[in-house]
């Protein structure tokens, strides 16, 4: 078992090193390039869900939309926290996406658009920290507790609704520091200053740690996720 489980970190651990990233600016462009390099669907913004474990209906991909089915604790009981597998990246070739700092770009700013003080933001910069990839396995899959709910809204929405149910797999979690630059003919009191910044924590899944650097911190969040068949099949297999 424990072969096992190394085995299945080493070929992850192999399938990030082994890719090679073409020279690119630090735009929203070249962080997305980055994951998919890596095989990763990107979470548009990043999330604390879905993690490894969790079970969605992919309803479009590109970008990523989806329903989530079951949490990973519905999908595995209590013991869920204890079969995911945790890598420290530092030793990956994932440098390049936590050694830079990327513009959000206007897909991000789009987000803000609802604000009256948007138009006033020229950029916003990110640089991502502490990443880990988090993995479940198969052996993990086949020996999950799921929870009654979770079985009967597979059964529901697996036979009723459009789209593919599957399971996600593995996730690439990372920390983010946001760094917004205002205009500089940008003139904002301080209360709309606030309700911009506190705008844009929210929809960039942080915090505001700074209020007058306009800094936004935001912590464990899921930046890309990879699906498999096999191992949800492995999982609904087991609970026939």
Request: overall charge neutral; proline content about 3%; charged content about 20%.
């Amino acid at each position: 078992m424990k072969s096992h489980v190394l085995t299945l970190i080493a070929i992850a651990i192999l399938s990030l090193s082994g890719c090679t990233s073409p020279p690119m600016q630090d735009g929203r462009d070249s962080f997305s390039s980055l994951l998919k390099s890596y095989s990763f669907e990107e979470l548009s913004p990043p999330s604390r869900i879905p993690s490894p474990g969790t079970v969605i209906r992919v309803n479009s991909i590109q970008p990523l939309n989806y329903n989530v089915v079951c949490s990973a604790n519905e999908a595995f009981g209590n013991e869920w926290a204890a079969k995911i597998i945790s890598s420290d990246t530092t030793d990956i070739n994932v440098h390049a996406l936590t050694d830079r700092k990327f513009s959000v770009g206007v897909s991000y700013l789009s987000l803000l658009s609802a604000s009256a003080s948007a138009g006033k933001v020229s950029d916003i910069k990110m640089q991502l920290s502490n990443a880990k990839l988090l993995l479940i396995t198969s052996a993990s899959a086949r020996s999950g507790i799921a929870e009654k709910n979770c079985l009967f809204a597979l059964n529901f929405k697996g036979q009723r609704l459009a789209g593919e149910i599957t399971m996600v797999t593995s996730a690439l979690q990372a920390d983010v520091e946001y760094s917004v630059e205002f205009k500089q003919d940008a003139s904002l009191t301080l209360d709309a200053k606030m309700e911009l910044l506190r705008n844009i924590a929210g929809k960039l899944g942080g915090t505001l740690a700074n209020d007058s650097s306009g800094t936004v911190r935001g912590t464990n969040l899921f930046w890309g996720i990879k699906r498999d068949r096999v191992v949800f099949q492995q999982y609904l297999d087991a609970h026939q």
